[in-house]
């Protein structure tokens, strides 16, 4: 049966509604853990985006599930940031540092904010796998694009995704007081040159992708 045009308006209208108080979790969310994880709490959330507790739980099955979506929301307000930084900066791989380099910086400017997300999103459970695999996909699909001026190549998709798999992990030995953001930061741009030296010696040069 076909929705009549009042129908259909009001249907756009609860979805155009739903995004927004799921936005104003997420946002909420994300301002509470600049405090730490302890900070976040699902009535706290609820109260500062004017919603109900229960509508939290519509939208997310946990406050790590939550968490990870503030990661996501965190990385999307950051991919807006870099983009005209990058722009400036020719190599592919120099981008690549740059963009790494960026996001550690960024996110350890807030150790709190840092250790409650990068908490939530690596000792994810299966309730947060969804938005776990989101939070992956943007890091990855960033990385890639930062090398590849949107149009990333194969190989860079798989740099990419290589990539925030170690951005990960050295972001959980900060957590663990394993190593520093600083640590972490060298490690990273150590690993982009040697995949560039690799690449380099293999004739898989990247910089036709690069061209400004």
Known sequence: MRLSNGSNLQAMDSAVANVSRRERVVAAALHLAAD???????????????????????YFASKDDLLV????????????????????????????VH????????????????DAVTRAYL????????NAGLVRALLSHMLASAMGREQ?????????????????????????NRATADDSRMRLQKTIEVIARHDAEAGLATAHSAAV
């Open 69 to 96: 979506a503030s990661l996501h929301r965190w990385l999307s307000l950051c991919q807006a940031d870099a983009r005209a930084q990058l722009h400036r900066i020719g190599a592919p791989y120099d981008r690549l």
């Open 36 to 58: 730490g994880y302890d900070a976040v709490h699902i009535r706290t959330v609820a109260d500062l985006a004017g919603v109900a507790p229960s509508t939290v739980y519509q």
């Open 152 to 176: 990333p190549t194969t190989r860079q998709r798989q740099i990419g995704d290589l990539v925030a798999d170690i951005w990960a992990s050295a972001m959980l030995a900060v957590v663990q």
């Open 123 to 130: 000792c994810a459970d299966s309730v947060a796998a969804t």
């Open 99 to 114: 963009l790494s380099d960026l996001l550690t910086r960024r996110l350890w400017a807030q150790p709190l904010l840092a």
